[in-house]
């Protein structure tokens, strides 16, 4: 499989820490993006990072990518409870927009 | 803009019985898609498609078709359900030079 790994695949936190997660894959890629989903809704996309690129900011997200090393994080600083979610990375490998998603970080952040 | 929604959002089947879920979106997009998630397996790839009247395999396309007759419109079939197509289905759909994909709300379907 050509899924990319999230690691941890839970995490629980009290508000106002910060909620780091990463992302491994198998095959070079064209891009990496992050995606948030809560429960029992669709996926919504959080930010893109190209393979040129090492480092991305929205918000209080950041977002690495280490192409050597296969591997990408994502930083949630100064977490509040509404972003408990599961977060699941998708690496595109080829043409046509086709993504690959891991199988997700569970965020449980405590009030 | 009702952006992505898909039909039904729930259904229980018994086992050899077909069913079309429908996917629609309003955003004029080209790439559109069938996911499946099961507990920890994350989403996998069923089908996409590039354009209208264009289809492609995903990774795990065996059991489904799809067609893709409008732009707006991209149809997922189960032709004779089976246990393990128990699971949430999502549609997404992507466009322009972004490569961001736009969700739907997922059908959860049961099969007995």
């Known amino acids: 499989s050509q899924q990319g790994e999230e690691d941890p695949q839970a995490l629980s936190i009290q508000e106002g820490e910060n909620a780091t997660m990463n992302c491994s894959y198998k095959?070079?890629?064209?891009?990496l993006q992050w995606y948030r989903q809560n429960s029992g809704r669709g996926l919504v996309h959080l930010i893109l990072?190209?393979?040129?690129?090492r480092e991305k900011h929205s918000g209080r997200l950041r977002v690495t990518l280490d192409t050597s090393k296969k591997s990408s994080s994502l930083l949630i600083t100064a977490s509040r409870a509404a972003d408990t979610a599961s977060y699941f990375c998708?690496?595109?490998?080829?043409?046509?927009?086709?993504?690959?998603f891991g199988s997700g970080t569970k965020l449980n952040v405590k009030p | 803009n009702a952006g992505v929604t898909q039909t039904p959002k729930f259904r229980v089947l018994k086992t050899g019985q077909s069913m079309t879920l429908l996917c629609a979106q309003d955003?004029?997009?080209?790439?559109m898609y069938w996911y499946r998630q099961d507990p920890g397996m994350g989403l996998r790839l069923i089908h996409y498609?590039?354009?209208?009247?264009?289809?492609a395999k995903g990774e795990v396309p065996d059991g489904y078709n799809v067609s893709r007759l409008k732009k707006q419109n991209f149809l997922l079939g189960l032709e004779s359900a089976a246990p393990s197509q128990t699971s949430v289905y999502f549609c997404?759909?992507?466009?322009?030079?972004?490569?961001?994909?736009?969700f739907g709300p997922g059908t959860r379907l049961t099969v007995t």
């Open positions: 998708a690496t595109d490998v080829g043409n046509f927009n086709k993504f690959y």
């Open positions: 095959t070079s890629i064209n891009n």
């Open positions: 990072i190209r393979s040129n690129e």
């Open positions: 955003m004029n997009h080209e790439y």
């Open positions: 498609s590039v354009g209208e009247g264009t289809t």
């Open positions: 997404a759909s992507a466009g322009g030079n972004s490569y961001e994909q736009y």
